[in-house]
C-alpha cells in the first residue's frame, strides 16, 4: 500500500501562488506516476498534471499550462505543483493521486493511490 499525505492548500488572492506537497509513503517503490487533480464543486473532477519517476518529463493540462509546473524529488517521495497566476476558477480541492503505471492518464480510474486532497481557494 502507498500512502499519500498533502500540504499546502490555503486561500490566495488572484494573481498569488501556492505550493502544493504530496508525500508518500509506504510501498512507494512501486510507484511510477504521480500527478494531481482537481476537483471543484459542482464540477467533475479534473486532471491537472503527472510525472513519472525517472527521465523528468511532466505533462500538464492545457487548463493550466504556463501557470502550474510538476516536479518531483524521489529521494523525499514527494511530488510538487507549483501555482502561479492563480484564478478564482483554480478554486477547488486538489488531490495527489500515484500510481503503478508508468502512463500519463488523465482519468481519475487509471490511479490507485489518492489522498485526502487539500482545500485551495483564490479569491478575487
Known amino acids: 500500500q502507498v500512502q499519500l499525505v498533502e500540504s499546502g492548500g490555503g486561500l490566495v488572492q488572484a494573481g498569488g501562488s501556492l505550493r502544493l506537497s504530496c508525500a508518500a509513503s509506504?510501498?512507494?517503490?512501486?510507484?511510477?506516476?504521480m500527478g494531481w487533480f482537481r476537483h471543484a464543486q459542482g464540477k467533475e473532477g479534473e486532471f491537472v498534471a503527472a510525472t513519472r519517476r525517472s527521465g523528468g518529463t511532466t505533462y500538464v493540462a492545457d487548463s493550466v499550462k504556463g501557470r502550474f509546473t510538476i516536479s518531483r524529488d524521489n529521494a523525499k517521495n514527494t511530488v510538487y505543483l507549483q501555482m502561479n497566476s492563480l484564478k478564482p476558477e483554480d478554486t477547488a480541492v486538489y488531490y495527489c493521486?500515484?500510481?503503478?503505471?508508468?502512463?500519463?492518464?488523465?482519468?481519475?480510474?487509471?490511479?490507485?493511490?489518492w489522498g485526502q486532497g487539500t482545500q485551495v481557494t483564490v479569491a478575487s
Open positions: 493521486a500515484a500510481d503503478v503505471s508508468c502512463f500519463y492518464y488523465t482519468e481519475t480510474s487509471k490511479y490507485h493511490y
Open positions: 509506504g510501498l512507494t517503490f512501486s510507484v511510477c506516476t
